[in-house]
């Protein structure tokens, strides 16, 4: 299960980025998400597989999709008819971890306009229309 272990260090390093490019510390960060600041360690590492909850919280405190945290981990697929954009957006290397959730928010904030579902409208970080 390499490409397992490969999604979750991927996960962790994401969250990392995201933690560092708000200048938040692990510390801080942890006390937002109501989580151990060891276990949000070893998540960043990629050591431990947090649950949807977890990340959803993680998410919360950080002020970004927990879609997109799901998708990353591959408890989530990206949604039909968009998962295109939001997969091009994430895998765009000439793009920041910053610039790419600008992005995702711009392009949900969008969708959202646009007649977006309900549950799309209760994804923690969707911006309010």
């Given at each position: 299960m390499?490409?397992?272990d490969?999604?979750?260090q991927d996960v962790g390093r994401f969250i990392r980025e995201q933690r560092e490019s708000a200048r938040i510390t692990l510390r801080k960060l942890s006390d937002l998400a109501?989580?151990?600041n060891p276990?949000?360690?070893q998540i960043e590492r990629g050591l431990r597989k947090p649950s949807a909850e977890i990340l959803q919280q993680i998410a919360k405190?950080?002020?970004i999709s927990a879609e997109t945290l799901y998708v990353r981990a591959g408890i989530l697929d990206a949604r039909e008819g968009d998962g295109d954009v939001v997969q091009a957006i994430l895998?765009?290397?000439r793009l920041t971890e910053a610039q790419k959730?600008?992005?995702l928010r711009v392009y949900?904030?969008?969708v959202h306009e646009n007649g977006g579902t309900e549950a799309e409208d209760q994804k923690d970080g969707a911006p309010a229309a």
């Open positions: 390499i490409d397992r490969a999604r979750w109501g989580i151990s276990y949000l360690s405190a950080l002020s895998s765009c290397e959730q600008a992005l949900q904030s969008f």
